[in-house]
């Protein structure tokens, strides 16, 4: 997997490493593009995870960059369970943007430390820090 990332299933394999372009689509403020990695992640088939399926499904429905992003945290924090007990090799990190969505906050997933935003792309590339590593020991 990216950088190491591994995971106790198959699929989610396969997933984290489309979440991860599909991170990067936002970040390059790219909505189409976005698009059709979400339709890619929504091929792989993710057992007992509906949270996640349900985020997914309504990502692909989208064009929409504002709109993408709000389903984009929406799955972020659908994800982080199952990243946390599945995960068996690699660093993941959480990312944090205290100005995303009218300064409610948001997070995301990173397979490097330096922060790219993908809630506000180049406004404000940089905003942000690591709040927690996964896979760390």
Avoid at 89 to 94: A, K, M, R, T, V
Wanted: net charge negative; glycine share 8%.
């Amino acid at each position: 997997g990216a950088a190491g990332i591994g995971f106790d299933r198959e699929e989610l394999n396969a997933f984290f490493t489309q979440y991860l372009a599909l991170q990067k689509a936002l970040v390059a403020s790219d909505p189409a593009k976005a698009e059709g990695i979400a339709r890619k992640m929504e091929q792989i088939t993710l057992n007992s995870m509906p949270e996640v399926s349900e985020a997914m499904a309504a990502l692909t429905k989208s064009d929409d960059l504002g709109q993408q992003r709000a389903l984009f945290f929406k799955l972020n924090k659908a994800m982080a369970p199952y990243l946390e007990a599945h995960q068996n090799s690699g660093e993941i990190y959480q990312q944090f943007c205290p100005m995303a969505f009218e300064n409610t906050g948001a997070f995301w997933f990173s397979d490097s430390e330096e922060i790219l935003n993908p809630y506000f792309g180049d406004a404000m590339l940089h905003c942000g820090a690591v709040e927690k590593t996964y896979g760390a020991l």
